[in-house]
């Protein structure tokens, strides 16, 4: 499929990614995660378009992605605070780091592409836009599950750095039917649900998400 | 060395399978009396070594196994850490036959708690068979991650509330850090993608072995990053410094033999895939060799400078694995015959003795009901035995001569100064005094410093525990002072090993 297609895709996905980190509405949030990961679907079968595995692995996505782990979300949500804790920075400079991180990881991504792709050769479009894009995500899933404070959004990270992980592999090896078995078996949505699992259960004993007062369970 | 003979079996098979069918028998069957899970898990856990014991012997006589076109591949590292498991795992299933009863609530549905606590530790002994006997890259991150979900819950077994937050923190941070490892497969495999379709004829590209062939001809940025993903995500599992966070917290609230288990098996999980994976690149890199020894000394500092200053006894144990694991990982980077053979050694004499101090620990709280340091004292001769193994192990942790860890400590030195990295030589012999000095003052204070000033622990009937419990820390002792004594009965199998790692690392694959 075309290469316009997948970065038309693929901005519509980063753009996804930063609302996610900064919604502080979570139900917003997971919906927009709804939005990020059918992007990510699309992405998969887009590049694996007429392809068997490929298009298991678009399959796959869409359940796990796309409908069973938002459905968790808002199944464990209906117990917690609808509004995610304040981040420690304020509301106005958190959006504003977060643009500024995702321009600049963005832009050194993409100057220095060439060190992060097999092939001189693979260093062009779409491949050398996706995957500046791809390690974005991943990036901003790391910074989301590092300074944000509440035990919802932390878990989200988490799932930005698996569709991070999953673009990469997209991008840099579209047309194998390893590339589709590897993105099939690496799921985290156990891993998630066990996450969300804790989470109700940290809730129920301390009465609140925010991982900063986590250290208050020791006393 | 002798003719090497590949033989297709189904033992790599069934000894992953044999511990999680058992497993998932257990948890079905919760309803039955509480004492059938124990007794169905040993016998699992038998059946598993017994396997286990046949693999090492077709091993140590010059076979490998394998099975599914190489995809499950079992070769002496994975006969050493399979041997291992399955032994440990007999030895905490006996132990816990007291133990964990003892420490339920009235309230509880004990048939319920133990089928979840002997069915999740038989998984996990399965999902960690799995990875030891998995040649496929991907497979590998897969059991990892079970082995992860499978021990989350028997951190949280007591769920009181620091249980809470470290079953939580250890299945964060360990799936964080397992996503840095997908990043690093998934780089080292679109590495390999991207050569020419003639370097790559007839090799399947999710095989390790067959990554390795094609090491050398990967582009060297993108092999560097894939490595700095993998340190820091098979490092979080291995408890290496600065992903150790989930490890004191993990180490300090599972139950006593769950502890043992995770220091003296989890984290050696993690150390195995860095050596199924970094150890394919390391020798032809020289940045890797130095970025490894560097987080690992800065492990074995941190962790022991953190245990000096431990009152809780369990926590201490955990941030001097942190400090250990660090010689594993350092020897693996080295990616020399030495290093790697001395960084073997270490896994096995620390998972043994580690093991046995958790356990003697156990014991400890198992007496007195407390394991702080401060609290306790005298119990040299309430109880001799636990005194015992608890010095064999203190004094062997140490790396005291005659000591096997003396000497494994000994060969990870050399190989250091040999790669011409004397500084993490000197690092790692600086390290060995702290912790002589961390684990003879614990010991003293426990067993011979003056009797306990706790009003909860009355003395006077403070006595030995029960004999399934000593049975187990008894045998341990015993082996690690005939490791000690006669460390030439190891050479065979860590020299084969050694060399399997060295093969796959050099491309040669049967």
């Known amino acids: 499929m075309g290469g316009g297609l997948i970065i038309t895709l693929m901005v519509i996905h980063l753009l996804a990614s930063m609302l996610i980190a900064e919604m502080r509405n979570l139900r917003a949030a997971v919906w927009t995660l709804i939005v990020q990961s059918f992007t990510l679907s699309l992405i998969i079968l887009a590049f694996g378009w007429g392809q068997v595995w490929m298009f298991i692995w678009f399959l796959w996505a869409v359940f796990t992605k796309v409908f069973f782990l938002p459905w968790l979300f808002f199944r464990y949500m209906r117990m917690f605070p609808g509004r995610e804790e304040e981040p420690v920075v304020g509301t106005w400079l958190s959006l504003a780091l977060v643009v500024v991180f995702v321009l600049i990881i963005y832009q050194l991504l993409h100057t220095y592409i060439s060190m992060m792709v097999p092939t001189i050769s693979a260093a062009t479009e779409p491949t050398k836009s996706s995957l500046s894009m791809a390690f974005t995500v991943f990036l901003l899933g790391a910074y989301v599950c590092i300074v944000r404070r509440d035990l919802v959004k932390v878990i989200i990270g988490v799932l930005l750095l698996e569709n991070g992980a999953h673009l990469a592999l997209i991008s840099l090896v579209p047309g194998r039917w390893e590339t589709a078995c590897m993105g099939i078996v690496t799921n985290v949505v156990i891993s998630a649900w066990l996450l969300l699992y804790f989470g109700e259960v940290i809730f129920r004993v301390l009465g609140t998400t925010d991982t900063l007062k986590l250290s208050e369970l020791r006393r | ?510």
């Open chain 2, 1 to 510: 060395m002798g003719e090497i003979i590949v033989k297709v079996s189904f033992l790599p098979f069934l000894v992953f399978i044999t511990p999680t069918v058992f497993g998932t028998i257990t948890l079905l069957l919760w309803r039955l009396y509480p004492g059938f899970h124990g007794w169905w898990a040993l016998a699992g856990l038998v059946i598993t070594g017994t396997i286990s014991l046949q693999i090492f012997h077709e091993v140590i006589t010059g076979n490998i196994l394998t099975l599914w076109n190489n995809n499950l591949y079992v070769d002496g590292l994975s006969a050493l850490m399979l041997l291992l498991g399955s032994l440990l795992g007999l030895v905490i299933v006996a132990y816990s036959f007291p133990f964990i009863p003892s420490r339920l609530p009235e309230e509880v549905d004990a048939r319920r708690k133990l089928s979840l606590y002997y069915g999740q530790l038989l998984i996990f002994l399965g999902m960690m068979n799995w990875t030891c006997s998995t040649n496929n890259i991907v497979m590998l991150y897969l059991s990892l991650e079970l082995t992860t979900l499978a021990t989350a819950f028997l951190v949280i077994f007591y769920w009181n509330r620091a249980a809470i937050e470290a079953g939580y923190k250890y299945l964060m941070l360990v799936t964080v850090g397992i996503l840095c490892a997908l990043m690093g497969i998934g780089l080292i495999y679109a590495a390999a993608a991207g050569l020419p379709k003639a370097e790559t004829e007839g090799l399947r590209l999710l095989l390790i072995s067959d990554l390795s062939k094609v090491s050398t001809k990967m582009a060297p940025s993108l092999v560097l990053l894939a490595n700095a993903f993998l340190i820091a995500g098979f490092g979080t599992k291995a408890g290496l410094v600065p992903f150790h966070a989930w490890l004191p917290d993990a180490h300090a609230e599972a139950p006593e033999p769950i502890s043992a288990l995770l220091s003296g098996i989890v984290i050696k999980v993690g150390a195995y895939a860095l050596a199924r994976t970094i150890t394919i690149f390391s020798p032809h890199y020289s940045a890797i060799v130095v970025f490894v020894a560097i987080i690992a000394s800065a492990s074995m500092v941190f962790g022991i400078l953190m245990a000096l200053v431990q009152d809780d006894l369990k926590r201490m144990l955990a941030y001097s694995s942190v400090s250990q694991i660090g010689y594993v990982v350092e020897g693996l980077g080295l990616g020399t015959y030495l290093g790697i053979y001395g960084s073997l050694f270490h896994l096995l004499n620390h998972t043994l003795v580690k093991a046995l101090l958790f356990l003697a620990v156990g014991a400890i709280v198992y007496m007195t009901g407390t394991r702080k340091l401060s609290e306790l004292g005298g119990l040299g001769r309430k109880a001799p035995i636990t005194a015992f193994c608890f010095f064999v192990g203190a004094l062997a942790i140490g790396g005291l001569p005659p000591f096997s860890v003396f000497m494994s400590k000994f060969t990870l030195f050399l190989a250091a100064a040999e790669r011409g990295l004397m500084w993490a030589a000197v690092i790692a012999v600086f390290t060995g005094l702290l912790t002589v000095a961390c684990f003879v003052r614990a010991a003293y204070k426990v067993f011979w410093g003056q009797p306990a000033t706790n009003p909860g622990i009355r003395m006077e009937e403070v006595k030995e525990v029960p004999s399934s419990m000593w049975g187990g820390m008894l045998v341990i002792a015993l082996v690690v002072l005939a490791f000690g004594l006669y460390p030439k009965i190891l050479y065979p199998i860590l020299d084969k090993a050694t060399v399997c790692i060295l093969e796959i690392l050099g491309g040669v694959m049967h």
